[in-house]
Structure formats: structure tokens, C-alpha cells
């Protein structure tokens, strides 16, 4: 990249030079800008000054920005690849990173239910705070939504945190010291990555097949320095939808009894796929998380924590201690939505959107290595050589496409699978085929066509 001007300079100047590197090829499509932060300190600007002429760029249509991801060069149309894969990009930028479902009408199904809430003696009540263990009502309902066939959580094992992610981190920080050890998948949620290190976890990877967890992976985990707790997703595993399989949770059951191995099973897309829970093999040892973020609306994020018996107490003083106890408000208004049938409708209706978009995935990226399930809301797509997950991810968000490349969820990076994660619920189902398509021209392209 050429020399920024020193001082606090025009950010118009530092974007146009920015831009003269990209038209000349010295920046190539699909090349990740350095931080905002790290570029001002390298060229002696203001930070803001960075983020302006950032701003700028993105505003000219030379880079796509990412949360979390960064700063990215597009596709140059003036090449002969640009021009091919220009004809087949979306539209508007399409982030399939993030992942929550909606249904049509969705809105209009959740508002009767609040209007008593708007009572000035109801809401008097409602906007009061919330315990841990939410209200005899909110209980009741928790319960009855969770049942599956072959489980239903007793009322008084059920506590509530402001989301499922501090529900997890509720549960594991009652469970482990800091320095314990905790047996994750090999490929594992993101945000439990996260919550590990801020509580002082080592995350363990444990050996996995396509019906699950290996047994004899957890015993030897196990063995080599003794692990704590496990953490688990056995329905609609997230990033590659595997369900394990009813024996192979038997067998992990038997496992962790021996053993005395608690389990945190995270069932938040399970609604998906009711099935029973692994909490009924091994009811006295497994903490289950799960939410209505999903089910309902992303806005609505109360976490739900079934805890085995004897453990409330422990679990209790980890929600307050984290400050993460759920809003008396939205309890109230779960607790209508549940007895009134609307949580278990918008779940019937995102069970068919989930179907409708896999169809597209199977359409769309036929002939690629995909691993899916016909009633998740991702797709876990291993690339063709010689793509790599980054340089791959770098290229769509240079066609304006957002997707999560595999060392997002590996416990282990250097045993990572060339892959990515598709998100499928937040893009409307037109802008979610539009880019299923541009992503399919691209892998099919190769890395070295958007140089030609």
C-alpha cells in the first residue's frame, strides 16, 4: 500500500490514495485493509481521521466493511472477472454471519399479548426486577415450552438470565474455576470461545464423528488432565447441523455418569428439531440452555437454564453475580406468548422457512461438499481447492456477502477444514438465493480470478 501523509492530514487525500492503489491492482480484490486503529498509529493520523477516509471508501464502493470481520477491497469490475462475477453479486450487502430467524407477520402475532401489559397497575408489576429464578408463572411456561417427548423439566429446576449466552456462561462459571478444563467439539459456538477466556477456561477439543461426540474422546480427555464440565450442542450442532444420534448419546451418558462429568447441553436450536433431550439420559449432571431470541425475536433474549437438582442455588448466585438476570418485562410478556400459542407458531413457521431455505442451498450449491440438515437454518460448506476458509471469506465480502469462515468456530485452528459457515435466517429468502448463487460463481472461479 502507498505512504499515507504524516499528521493529521484530509481524510478525502488518504482515501483517494487508498484508491489509486486499488484501481492500480496494488491492492488486490478481496485484500483485507489493516485495522482502523493500526493503520492511523502506521501513518501518524488521528484515528478518527482513519475511520473517516474508511467511511469514504465505502461510501465509493471500493471496500466492504464487516463487523467484526474488517475492512475488505471488492471485486474490481474493471477486470474481466470482476465484470463475470459483478453480473451474479447481490444487489445490497448480505450478511449470512448472522443467524436469526423471523417469520411473516411475526410482528402483528406479538402485539395483542402486550397490550394488557400497557395497564398502568400491570406494568407497575412487570417492570419491577426480576429474581433469578423469574416468577412461579414464568416457570410454568419455561417448562411446558422446553418439554420434549422423553423430558420435561420440573418448574422448580428452572432459572432465567437476560440471554442464552450468559445462561451458558452462568452455568459454566458455577461449574469451573478459573484454569479448569471443559470438553467442547472440535468445531464449537463462537461465543463460548469468548466466554472461556473471560472466565479463565481452557477449552479442550474432544474427537467427534457424524453421529457425535466419541465416547472413548471424552474418556481420554478425561485422562490426560481431568476436565471440569462439558459442553455440548447434540441438536443441530452449530456450524455443522449433525443431531447426534439417540445411541451415541446413551453412550456419552454412561460416560460422564462414570465419570462425574456435569454437562451444559445448549438446545437453542432445538426448537428446529424437537427431540429428546440428552438432560434425559443423564438428568442428575446436565445444566440445559436454551432461549426465545430464536423462537421469537432476536429482541426478546431471555436465556432459559434448567439446572439438575440440588445445583439452583449455585447456579442462582453465578446469574447475580454476573448481573445477568433476565428482565422482569420480557418474562411477562413470554409468559402471554407462550399460553396464548404464539411462541409454538412462530416456531411452526420458521421450521417451514428453515425448510424452504435449505432447499435453496441444496439448489444452489449443488455438486459442492455441504453438511446440513433439512430443518437447520445454516450450512456448513467445505471448500473446493485451493480455496482457503480466510481468503475465501475475504473474497465475498469483497461481492458484499458476509460469511463466518471455520477458524471462527475451531478449539484447535491448526486442525481447521477449509470451510465456512452459512447463517440462513436473517437474509430474506430472495437476497439468501441471490447470494447462494454469487457464492457458488465465486468457489467455482477460484481464488485467482478476481487478479485477471
Not at 61 to 79: K, Q, S
Not at 214 to 242: C, E, F, K
Request: hydrophobic letters at 45%.
Amino acid at each position: 500500500m502507498a505512504q499515507q501523509p504524516g499528521g493529521r492530514g484530509d481524510y478525502r487525500r488518504i482515501a483517494d490514495r487508498i484508491a489509486d492503489d486499488i484501481r492500480a491492482g496494488r491492492l488486490a480484490p478481496g485484500r483485507r485493509l489493516p485495522p482502523q486503529r493500526q493503520f492511523a498509529r502506521r501513518h501518524g493520523i488521528a484515528a478518527s481521521t482513519a475511520g473517516r477516509a474508511y467511511g469514504e471508501l465505502v461510501r465509493r464502493g471500493l471496500v466492504v466493511g464487516e463487523v467484526g470481520r474488517g475492512t475488505f477491497v471488492r471485486a474490481a469490475p474493471g477486470t474481466p472477472s470482476g465484470r463475470a462475477l459483478t453480473e451474479r453479486a447481490t444487489d445490497a450487502p448480505v450478511n449470512l454471519e448472522l443467524n436469526y430467524p423471523s417469520a411473516p407477520g411475526q410482528e402483528e402475532l406479538l402485539a395483542p399479548a402486550l397490550a394488557p401489559l400497557l395497564r398502568p397497575d400491570v406494568l407497575a408489576e412487570a417492570l419491577r426486577p426480576a429474581a433469578a429464578d423469574g416468577t412461579a408463572a414464568a416457570r410454568e411456561a419455561a417448562a411446558a415450552l422446553l418439554a420434549v417427548p422423553g423430558w420435561r423439566p420440573h418448574p422448580g429446576q428452572l432459572l432465567f438470565t437476560g440471554n442464552a449466552r450468559q445462561a451458558v456462561a452462568a452455568a459454566l462459571a458455577s461449574l469451573v474455576r478459573p484454569g479448569g478444563r471443559v470438553g467442547v467439539e472440535e468445531l464449537t459456538y463462537p461465543v463460548v470461545k469468548e466466554i472461556a477466556e473471560r472466565l479463565g477456561i481452557a477449552l479442550v477439543p474432544l474427537a467427534t464423528d457424524e453421529e457425535g461426540p466419541v465416547p472413548d474422546g471424552v474418556r481420554a480427555a478425561h485422562r490426560s488432565a481431568p476436565l471440569s464440565a462439558l459442553y455440548l450442542q447434540p441438536t443441530l450442532h452449530n456450524p455443522t447441523s449433525t443431531t447426534t444420534t439417540a445411541v451415541r448419546r446413551e453412550q456419552l451418558a454412561a460416560v460422564v455418569t462414570d465419570l462425574g462429568l456435569p454437562v451444559v447441553e445448549d438446545r437453542i436450536w432445538s426448537f428446529l428439531r424437537p427431540e429428546p433431550a440428552f438432560a434425559a439420559h443423564a438428568p442428575e449432571l446436565t445444566h440445559v440452555v436454551d432461549g426465545l431470541s430464536k423462537r421469537v425475536a432476536p429482541g426478546l433474549a431471555v436465556g432459559l437454564l434448567v439446572v439438575p437438582p440440588g445445583r439452583t442455588g449455585a447456579v442462582a448466585a453465578a446469574v447475580r453475580s454476573g448481573g445477568w438476570s433476565a428482565g422482569r418485562f420480557a418474562l411477562e410478556a413470554a409468559v402471554r406468548w407462550c399460553a396464548e400459542g404464539t411462541v409454538e407458531r412462530l416456531a411452526e413457521a420458521k421450521r417451514q422457512g428453515a425448510a424452504r431455505r435449505q432447499a435453496l442451498v441444496a439448489r444452489r450449491l449443488a455438486g459442492f461438499r455441504v453438511r446440513s440438515d433439512p430443518r437447520s437454518l445454516f450450512a456448513w460448506w467445505e471448500l473446493p481447492a485451493p480455496w482457503r476458509a480466510d481468503t475465501f471469506t475475504a473474497a465475498a465480502a469483497a461481492h458484499g456477502i458476509a460469511v463466518t469462515p471455520g477458524t471462527a468456530f475451531a478449539v484447535a485452528p491448526r486442525r481447521t477444514p477449509d470451510a465456512v459457515r452459512l447463517g440462513l435466517a436473517s437474509a430474506a429468502e430472495p437476497e439468501l438465493e441471490r447470494a447462494l448463487r454469487t457464492l457458488a460463481a465465486l468457489a467455482a472461479a477460484g481464488p485467482d480470478a478476481g487478479t485477471g
